[in-house]
């Protein structure tokens, strides 16, 4: 079987067997859990390139029932995922092993060596390098903010090593001040990892609302240097100069990708609306009470590049500018949305009209001149459709 690349195959997520009901093919491997349990990962649908894979795993005596196997990073051919062996405790850690799943000609499947104990699967990214290795690292903060603690597997030598890595570099301030609201930007907090390659092995460590803690992880003294993202103006000058409230992780609005050693980096401006929603139903009662209904009316993606990766907020360089409402959907590509619920036309009676603007959409996800969403056709559904679309200002295409 030739060598698979991401452009072969969208890996879409991880399913596990118990027993013996895996469909073995071309890219099936086995190893053994460190149980001595046979365990097995293939991948769906090899030889239908650029359709949605999955990574299915089997392995008798697990449960993989409440707790499936879960990729943690993927790079061309290498698959780096987490099995939980044994039950689920109710207080200590969770005793996961990780394996490496390679495809290319001959599929191999290996089992690593336990982690460090303050290892953080969340946080680890995967480097190819040489002719056939590969390096797993994550990056661990501590109680110094100039200190981190960095886990390195090497297959080279077959074992995990800790090294304490300063940041020399330390991301610039902010060109303006930031209010209560958007403190967060104040620290930073681990929601991507990407991988950028070259000599050193460079990775970046990203907090999409603050910015990047990049390392070359095959140095033999690895050091820190930050590098600022495009920050989320809209969120931050609005409700009169006092901002929106930011918190948490900024995955649903923002995302980056490396294309060719070159920072690709996407955020999704959103304009919601409210409308007033009776709750009194068939109610008697004289009063109701009414509560504000979120609608989207309107979303613009932003995009930007950085080839230089240093700490000036003047290497980020504006790509495209596309508004929901000024896009031009083609005719064939409508025809599917109407039909899928994700648009309503305008003769629908009472039901409101459903434009492109007015879908609720996150999750974005950038490769190549690709932008992935997941939309929700309103507020309330709990069914996503998914549109994967190549966008350009004004126009949509598939």
């Known amino acids: 079987m030739a060598r698979i690349s991401p452009s072969d195959c969208v890996l879409l997520h991880a399913n596990g067997f118990p027993g013996t009901l895996l469909h073995r093919n ?43 196997p879960r990729i943690i990073r993927a790079a061309e051919d290498t698959v780096l995922f987490r099995v939980l062996v044994g039950p689920r405790p109710d207080v200590s850690r969770c005793k996961y092993e990780y394996y490496i799943y390679r495809v290319g000609d001959e599929p191999t499947l ?62 610039v301030s902010f ?3 930031i209010t209560r609201n958007s403190s967060r930007l104040g620290y930073h907090l681990t ?28 140095d033999s003294e690895p050091e820190l240097r930050g590098v600022p993202l495009p920050l989320p103006m809209d969120l931050l000058t609005c409700n009169n100069g006092l901002g929106e409230e930011i918190g948490g992780y900024a995955n649903p609005i923002r995302g980056i990708a490396v294309v060719d050693q070159c920072l690709r980096f996407v955020h ?22 009414t509560f504000p209904d979120p609608v989207m009316s309107d979303w613009v993606i932003h995009t930007w590049s950085n080839s230089k990766m240093t700490a000036s907020w003047e290497d980020w360089v504006v790509d495209c500018k596309a508004t929901a409402s000024h896009t031009t959907i083609p005719s064939k590509v409508k025809s599917k949305m ?4 994700l648009l309503s036309p305008e003769d629908q009676g009472a039901n409101p009209v459903r434009a492109l603007g007015n879908l609720w959409v996150s999750t974005q996800l950038l490769a190549l001149m690709m932008v992935s969403l ?25």
Not at 39 to 60: H, N, Q, W
Not at 272 to 289: F, K, L, M, P, Q
Not at 338 to 341: A, H, I, K, T
Not at 380 to 392: D, E, F, G, Y
């Open 338 to 341: 109407l039909n899928s619920g």
């Open 26 to 68: 071309a890219t099936t491997a086995m190893s053994f859990t460190s149980r001595g349990c046979c365990i097995d990962a293939t991948l769906s649908c090899p030889e239908r390139s650029l359709l949605p894979t999955i990574l299915f795993v089997e392995c008798s005596g697990v449960d993989f029932v409440n707790e499936p």
């Open 191 to 218: 929601s991507a990892v990407i991988t950028i390659g070259g000599e050193g092995g460079r990775m970046g460590w990203v907090d999409l609302w603050r910015g990047i803690l990049i390392c070359d992880v095959l």
């Open 175 to 177: 060109p303006f001040r």
């Open 268 to 289: 999704l401006e959103a304009t919601v609306s409210r409308t007033t929603t009776d709750s009194s139903g068939d109610s008697d009662e004289e009063t109701t009470a």
């Open 110 to 171: 290996q089992l690593l060596p336990p982690p460090p104990d303050t290892f953080i699967a969340e946080d680890a990214g995967l480097l190819l390098h040489g002719d056939n290795d590969f390096m797993v690292a994550s990056l661990v903060s501590t109680d110094k903010f100039d200190l981190h603690e960095l886990h390195r597997f090497d297959s080279r030598t077959g074992a995990w090593s800790q090294v304490v890595v300063r940041l020399v570099v330390p991301q």
């Open 374 to 398: 997941t939309c929700w056709p309103d507020s309330n559904s709990r069914t996503p459709r998914h549109s994967s679309s190549l966008l350009t200002p004004g126009r949509m295409l598939c």
